[in-house]
């Protein structure tokens, strides 16, 4: 189910933007100032549907769908537009493309809210982590949650970008550091430049809550919550500039500091070893010398 739903709201996002497109091409030839007034499509198809021709926008009332200022804007532009003349037949047909856009949009909301009720049944866990829509794709592009459940963290992390990362592998340049995940809000609103390490601590996260939703049964989302405020917590350290990766240098003093007056058995063997071989180095030196000598 889905799976389904969410393949049918990435056609309907396909089919609003060609419709939207559509219609202000049309009526741009009759009406051009009212696309550069309003920028969204719903709003616009909503004000092309009581408008119709150019003509009755004087006397149609828009305070319900724009602000005051749009209004009186469009009223204007209206009186001076240099847009052509349409048939009353045009009219019909502009309006029920027009009908057609605000139906699509009302239903493809019903659809979003029907899929956040089945997410949140199914995976609330991974829902919690990353959103419904970024859930539900992952989980349509791994085949199902249990499919999903079985993969480690790092294929999840590029889940979507499979053909950036064979290219990357055949060219020898840089793999990608994030496929699907890069749409979750916690990806999307951090800096750029950590964006990858949010993106594989995210990743891993996510492995966690999914196989919680696949073989646990924890539904209420506790395990989704307390990964997601560990994650805050520690985009909030990054991006604070706090958490500083050590170099090897320091990481090899640090080993060597930490294992001082620490007896290790190994270390005497090597010890042994030196010394013997100075011995022998000593005896070789001193017979060279009576040698000589003689």
């Not at 985009?235 to 320091?250: Q, R």
Request: hydrophobic share 40%; charged share 30%; aromatic share 4%.
């Amino acid at each position: 189910m889905i799976i389904q739903a969410v393949g049918l709201l990435d056609d309907l996002d396909k089919d609003l933007n060609n419709y939207a497109m559509r219609l202000r091409e049309w009526y741009g030839w009759h009406f051009p100032e009212v696309g550069k007034i309003i920028t969204d499509n719903l709003t616009y198809a909503k004000v092309v549907e009581k408008i119709g021709i150019r003509t009755n926008t004087k006397k149609t009332d828009l305070s319900s769908i724009l602000t005051k200022e749009d209004e009186i804007s469009i009223k204007e532009s209206a009186e001076i537009s240099m847009g052509s003349e349409i048939s009353k037949e045009d009219e019909l047909n502009i309006k029920e493309l027009c009908s057609q856009i605000i139906f699509l949009t009302e239903y493809r909301q019903s659809l979003t809210e029907y899929l956040r009720n089945r997410m949140m049944t199914i995976a609330p866990n991974l829902t919690i982590m990353v959103g419904e829509l970024v859930a539900a794709r992952l989980i349509s592009h791994a085949g199902s949650l249990i499919s999903l459940a079985k993969m480690p963290a790092s294929t999840i992390q590029i889940f979507g970008a499979e053909k950036a990362l064979f290219r990357a592998l055949r060219t020898k340049h840089e793999t990608p550091k994030y496929g699907l995940i890069y749409h979750a809000s916690l990806v999307g609103s951090a800096n750029p430049k950590l964006k990858g390490k949010i993106s594989r601590s995210l990743a891993s996260k996510c492995a966690i809550c999914v196989r919680v939703d696949a073989l646990g049964e924890n539904i209420n989302g506790d395990v989704g919550n307390k990964c997601k405020k560990i994650l805050e917590g520690r985009i909030a350290l990054l991006e604070s500039g706090n958490l500083i990766k050590k170099t090897k240098t320091e990481k090899k003093n640090d080993d060597s500091n930490k294992n001082k007056g620490v007896y290790n058995s190994g270390n005497e063997v090597v010890l042994k070893k030196k010394k013997k071989e100075m011995m022998n180095k000593i005896k070789r030196t001193a017979v060279r010398m009576i040698v000589m000598k003689l």
